[in-house]
């Protein structure tokens, strides 16, 4: 039964599937979808629609997603991932100081202000040319 070259060849072939499958999961899918979370967990809290102040628990939990998004940021998201956030505007590093000051800020505009800077960090707020004919 062991002795069977299409037997052995299976099982090595299911185990080499199965650690690039594990590898993928774990070093590619696995940031990328915990970056997504955070980044609309963000927008739930400073998003366009939101209101222009915000309450206790909203700051805390934004300081949270801070952390989250910052000890994420440094260790956590591949090389790759960095580059696709560069290239299409995105700097999470900034959004993490954005953030910092927003829950610091107590001033109507200046929350505002720091809000669309947030935004602006992590791609939220796009912009189309508007073509006049």
Known sequence: MFNDPVLIGGVFAGLAMGSFGYVLFRFAWRPT???R???NQIRAIVGP????KLDGAG??????????LHALTSDG???????ALERRGENPDEAVRQIQSLVNCRDREALQKRSAAVRRALGMETTFPVHRD
């Open 37 to 39: 979370r955070l980044k």
């Open 77 to 83: 998201l591949p090389h790759w991932f960095r580059l």
């Open 49 to 52: 629609d939101r209101p222009d």
């Open 33 to 35: 979808h915990r970056y």
């Open 59 to 68: 700051r805390d939990r934004l300081r949270q997603l801070a952390v989250e």
